[in-house]
């Protein structure tokens, strides 16, 4: 699963030598509208994140991948599942701007919720996003996912944001804990 190919994605795990494409999604203030906070401002921030995201590879056998376009084989997303702490699988999906509006985020986020009922099918999937994100709410729904929670954003600098927790079935105590007291 470290290598997937969709109609128009391939999806690969993500490597630190990615680290200069990611940047660039990274850094784009126009993907960050919804979290400022989170933009990338040095490669190092972002070589950092994708050493912690590989090793979900290792650890879990599954993780994010580096979305390619099969045509040019430009990266221009990242996305996939993690494991947070053993409980439950964090859906993300993140697109350059030129790439969004044509189903992309859905047919990777469609391979990462395959992948994961793959792997653990036991592990409910969860996606946790900013209520005023609605075309990434929009898209966990598409997904099939249904609200399970909705408050505070933990350590948002915004005391106002509001987080949103959407997921493939109930979850229990353990699981809306780790998705809704860590990032």
Do not use: C, K
Not at 53 to 75: F, M, N, P
Not at 79 to 105: I, M
Request: charged content about 30%.
């Amino acid at each position: 699963m470290r290598h997937v190919l969709t109609a128009r994605l391939r999806l690969d795990a993500v490597r630190v030598d990615d680290t200069e494409p990611v940047f660039v999604l990274n850094a784009d203030a126009r993907l960050w509208e919804h979290l400022p906070s989170g933009r990338h401002t040095s490669t190092d921030q972002t070589r950092t994140q994708l050493e912690r995201y590989a090793t979900a590879w290792d650890d879990d056998g599954l993780g994010y991948w580096t979305a390619r376009d099969r045509e040019d084989d430009r990266v221009i997303g990242i996305g996939g599942v993690t494991l947070r702490e053993g409980t439950v699988w964090n859906v993300y999906y993140r697109f350059a701007v030129e790439a969004q509006g044509r189903g992309l985020a859905h047919e990777l986020a469609s391979a990462a919720l395959d992948a994961a009922r793959d792997v653990r099918p036991d592990v409910p999937v969860a996606a946790y996003l900013l209520e005023h994100n609605a075309a990434s709410r929009r898209l966990a729904e598409r997904l099939g996912l249904t609200l399970a929670w909705r408050g505070p954003d933990v350590g948002n600098p915004d005391p106002d944001a509001v987080r949103l927790v959407l997921a493939d079935r109930p979850l229990d105590e353990d699981a809306l804990a780790v998705m809704t007291t860590s990032p």
